[in-house]
């Protein structure tokens, strides 16, 4: 048996409401046959569980459209099946993703008693001007009611802010994120508004509606939010992503450390001994496949050696760990001096953007704010 971790996860593609950025608005529905789609999930699961024999899984993760609707007897259902198949890690981590509704929270209760053990909720802001802006149905007093109900229920609770907002000042953020640490979560996913194409929000931008954040505001909202982070025992341990010592999301851990992880559910994606694997992303498409092949594959591809390595690459530095260049070199079959630029890792050295000590590669605090630039310089496959 491997001791590499193995995530699973379970993508629930429905929607109750539309939202402004989610790629599943076709996917709302008022009712469904829960009992149908539960036999698909659970037969979509023992096709990946008969691929990878002796794994352990040491994390799943519910998410997608809103998971925190499915049936607690689903969630229950599903872990179930995962543990016969594969069992689980002494710790294993089983979080669910949920909006900060009324109607949500109201189920954490039954979704606790069916194994869920931490909850990722997508608080989004703490001013109402904010969440109207961002297109959120929920208030804050909405929103804080459910993390207070989470926060009963799961001993691991996590939420998400968006910042460097339209109009957020330096004080703004500082008086926002100084309560949001107040609350007193294991983690916090703090991530800075961007303006990707195709979006309602490019859209407005478009129209002359709002102009994004200055990049020098919104690297002066990042240092902030690392200074503030750290100072509160909250340190990030990638980009994006803040917690407490033994509080980091072993779920995306693995995600960014480039092991395997195996998607079920309609339009889930996975990564499974060198391969990708994607799922058909309409759900009545999925559920056919399902039935016709007892899984719901709509493609699953041989990665090259160059591409492994790549992915490993812009996922690992993300944290603050870096990466290990040995490991990525034995996954990926590549040579270590083909996988990055030493002319490129030495001046970024000098610069105080990167360290490398040994095979072991980390783009420093100074370099973080950069990011997408030094992976531009370092990477050097692809």
């Known amino acids: 048996m491997t001791d590499e971790p193995l995530a699973l996860y379970v ?13 599943f608005n076709s996917h709302v ?8 789609w539960r036999d698909a999930l659970l037969a979509d699961l023992a096709h990946e569980a008969a691929l990878t024999p002796g794994r352990r899984l040491t994390s799943i993760f519910f998410g997608g459209g809103t ?11 599903v872990i179930e099946a995962a543990e016969r198949h594969w069992g689980f ?6 979080t669910l993703e949920a909006n900060p509704s009324s109607v949500e929270a109201a189920r954490f209760s039954g979704l606790a008693t069916a194994g869920i053990n931490r909850v990722s909720l997508g ?13 959120r149905a929920h208030g804050v007093a909405e929103g804080l009611a459910a993390l207070d109900t989470a926060q009963q229920h799961f001993a691991r609770v996590s939420f998400d802010l968006i910042y460097a907002l339209p109009g957020q000042s330096e004080m703004d953020w500082d008086a926002e994120l100084a309560r949001a640490i107040g609350f007193g979560t294991g983690h916090l996913s703090l991530y800075q508004l961007t303006i990707e194409p195709g ?46 010592p033994g509080q980091q999301s072993r779920h995306n851990l693995t995600y960014w450390r480039y092991g395997d992880y195996l998607g079920v559910g309609p339009g889930a994606h996975g990564r499974r001994d060198g391969h990708a694997t994607f799922r058909r992303k309409k759900p009545e498409n999925w559920l056919s496949a399902v039935a016709r092949n007892g899984h719901g594959i709509e493609s699953e591809e041989a990665l090259p050696p160059s591409e492994r390595a790549m992915e490993a690459l812009l996922m690992g530095l993300r944290l603050a ?4 260049l040995d490991r990525i070199a034995r ?31 980390t783009v420093t605090p100074q370099g973080m704010p950069l990011l997408d630039a030094i992976l531009g310089e370092v990477v050097a496959v692809g």
């Open 11 to 23: 993508h629930w593609p429905f929607c109750v409401s539309k939202c402004p950025y989610c790629d």
């Open 29 to 36: 529905r008022a009712e469904i046959d829960e009992a149908a």
């Open 67 to 77: 998971p925190s609707l499915m049936q607690p007897t689903t969630v229950a259902a």
């Open 89 to 94: 890690a002494d710790d294993v981590e089983i």
């Open 123 to 135: 608080l989004q802001s703490l001013d109402d001007r904010a969440l109207g802006f961002l297109g």
């Open 199 to 244: 979006t309602r929000f490019a859209t407005l931008v478009d129209k002359g509606e709002f102009a994004p954040v200055d990049p020098d505001h919104g690297a002066t909202l990042f240092e902030l939010t690392r200074e503030r982070t750290a100072a509160a025992g909250i340190p990030p341990y990638e980009i994006s992503n803040h917690a407490r």
């Open 321 to 324: 760990e870096g990466v290990d």
């Open 331 to 361: 996954r990926s079959m590549m040579a270590i001096d083909r996988l990055v630029d030493d002319r490129a890792v030495g001046q970024l050295s000098d610069l105080g953007f990167i360290n490398r000590r040994g095979n072991r590669l």
